[in-house]
């Protein structure tokens, strides 16, 4: 059972699990007690066997995640600012690794590290009045949080450049041109839109897409070989009870049973 939260906001349902940063006050912005939480929620959702996959929203209509709550950010020295960075680009990670889909659904501003943590989910739709941009350098900054890095993956290096040189904000349209969403969809429809993506991904088997992420996530690691490491992943698949159930579904013409063993 996921405790409760004073940031965060959950509801486990059919096996996916919808977080949404709970701040609207604050346009959702992340502050410490939000990174606190995303990383307890994150843990819970690699021990929960009822959670299958994890949706992250924001609530209200302005926002997903307007940024980072700048207002913490005053007493920090160059040694803090790094620590902040550091733990923000692990928790980040911890969702990006993770074995279950992580869906980003965005609705308004998804600003800073907003973006960043958008980014860091395994793919994003938004709704059609979305908005995204690392504006850092409006206040001296840059992205701390694994932006400059997931975004040059995601929309390649000279589109990433502009942005985040010009702080510049694109709306959904753009943002799905680039890449950087997979579709946009009416604000009404965005969770449940969400929601049937993954009731899809969730009848697959779960070790299968956890290996694919895995792999996905390893053309990115510059100390793994990628090839290699799906070679393992895909070897690993034939001593899974799912790839006997899933290959002798096939053969007989009928829906498989996966049970993530």
Known sequence: ????????????????????????????????AVFT?????????????????????????????????????????????????QRGQDIFAKIENSSKPVIAAVNGFALGGGCELAMACHFRIASFNAKFGQPEVNLGLIPGYGGTQRL???????????????????????????????????????????????????????????????????SFDKQTNGFRHEVEAFGNCFDTADMKEGTAAFLEKRKANFTGK
């Open 37 to 85: 939480e995303l990383d307890i929620a994150m843990d819970a959702v690699a021990e929960n066997e009822a959670i299958r996959s994890v949706i992250i929203t924001g609530a209200g209509q302005k926002a997903f995640v307007a940024g980072a709550d700048i207002s913490e950010f005053n007493s920090l020295d160059k040694n803090g600012a790094m620590d902040l960075s």
């Open 152 to 218: 040059t993956q995601l929309i390649g290096k000279g589109r990433a450049m502009e942005l985040l040189m010009s702080a510049n904000m694109i709306d959904a349209k753009s943002a799905l041109q680039y890449g950087l969403v997979n579709l946009i969809i009416e604000p009404e429809d965005l969770l449940l839109k969400a929601v049937e993506i993954l009731n899809n991904i969730n009848s697959k088997a779960p070790l299968a897409v956890a290996g694919c992420i895995s792999s996905v996530n390893a």
């Open 1 to 32: 059972m996921i405790r409760k939260f004073t940031t965060l906001l959950h509801h486990l349902e059919n096996g996916i699990l919808t977080i949404t940063i709970n701040r609207p006050e604050k346009l959702n912005a992340l502050n410490a």
